[in-house]
């Protein structure tokens, strides 16, 4: 069993910052991509960015320069610092782990989400 679990999630306001944080466990050989999506009411999961497992990094336009995603490869964890939050960030934070089950089965998981509220 591979279980996620992000943490980090509030109320903050605009302008402020939060970091997100994501830590897999469970039974696995090892973690490809890691990622964090976004779901805001009334619109489907986006995503926000990407974390490979060489370092390598990807983000959407709308938080690029904004928004900086990290991994911890000892600690499988990544993490999402989110700085000069603006309203329209607010949504569900979900992390997602591809994931090396075994050597013949790679899975995708998901955590539970963590609220993010950007008001003033």
């Known amino acids: 069993q591979v279980q996620v679990v992000e943490s980090g999630g509030g109320l903050v306001q605009p302008g402020g910052s939060l970091t997100l944080s994501c830590v897999v466990s469970?039974?696995?050989?090892?973690?490809?991509?890691m990622a964090w999506y976004r779901q805001a009411p009334g619109k489907q999961r986006e995503l926000v960015a990407t974390g490979g497992t060489g370092g390598t990094t990807n983000s959407v336009d709308s938080v690029k320069g904004r928004f900086t995603i990290s991994r911890d490869n000892a600690k499988n964890t990544v993490y999402l610092q989110m700085n000069s939050l603006k309203p329209e960030d607010t949504a569900v934070y979900y992390c997602?782990?591809?994931?090396?089950?075994?050597?013949?089965?790679?899975?995708?998981?998901w955590g539970q989400g963590t609220q993010v509220t950007v008001s003033s």
């Open positions: 469970g039974s696995f050989l090892t973690i490809n991509t």
């Open positions: 997602n782990a591809y994931v090396k089950v075994t050597w013949g089965q790679n899975r995708d998981y």
